[in-house]
């Protein structure tokens, strides 16, 4: 079946201007999460959705960045006014629930701010 | 405040013998844990997990060993094969936190021919 997909790929944006990137969960997956990963670092958690529960916001490095879900599908991660440190790879993942089930992560989309 | 850390950034090892990735963690709510494997331009793909309840699981190849007392787990690959060179990755989980994933920085695995 079909993994997480993400879009785009990559983005390369100036800075100061606005950035929405994408995320297709798998198919009957209730959690959503985002990570990113700056270059040469590990991965951050940043956000996760549990179904209809207000999401887990705690990890979100600023009010530059939000992120919403359409019931249990799309994700689409903003970040406004983006600046040269958020360059990184932006990771989408999605499990079956939000307790130890797998999370399957998609393929990353690389932002880069010049 | 790293709270998952792996101290080696890379490791090379022969193919055949024995990959030993380690970890430690400082925050003792942690009780599962998890490796991944992440080939360039991939997102990183589950290997194997561990409950606190457990000190050792093993998976064909792969075996994480977790040490409480110490904080500390590791993952041995044996025998280790060329296709095992990745970036691994292990993180944590806290019982009571959602799902969400605390990773270390990561040791970039080479095994040679």
């Known amino acids: 079946g079909a993994g997480v997909s993400q879009s785009p790929s990559n983005k390369v944006t100036e800075k100061g201007k606005d950035v929405e990137l994408r995320c297709d969960p798998i198919?009957?997956?209730?959690?959503l999460y985002w990570y990113r990963q700056r270059l040469g670092q590990g991965l951050e958690f940043l956000i996760y959705f549990q179904g209809n529960s207000a999401p887990d916001k705690s990890g979100l490095p600023s009010d530059r960045f939000s992120a919403e879900r359409t019931g249990e599908s799309v994700s689409t991660l903003t970040i406004q006014r983006t600046q040269q440190e958020d360059s990184a790879v932006y990771l989408c993942?999605?499990?079956?629930?939000?307790?130890?089930?797998?999370?399957?992560f998609g393929p990353g989309t690389r932002l880069t701010v010049l | 405040d790293q709270q998952v850390k792996q101290n080696s950034p890379s490791l090379s090892v022969q193919e055949g013998r024995i990959s030993i990735l380690n970890c430690d963690y400082t925050n003792s709510m942690f009780d599962y844990f998890l490796w991944y494997k992440k080939y360039p331009a991939e997102g990183p793909t589950f290997l194997i997990s561990i409950s606190s309840i457990k000190d050792k699981n093993e998976d064909g190849r792969f075996t994480v060993f977790l040490n409480k007392s110490a904080k500390h787990l590791s993952l041995h690959i044996v025998p280790s094969q060329p296709g095992d060179s990745a970036v691994y990755f292990c993180?944590?989980?806290?019982?009571?936190?959602?799902?969400?994933?605390?990773f270390g920085g990561g040791t970039r695995l080479m095994v040679k021919p």
């Open positions: 993180a944590a989980i806290r019982g009571n936190a959602g799902n969400m994933l605390t």
């Open positions: 198919s009957g997956h209730t959690a």
């Open positions: 993942a999605s499990s079956l629930s939000a307790t130890t089930d797998t999370q399957y």
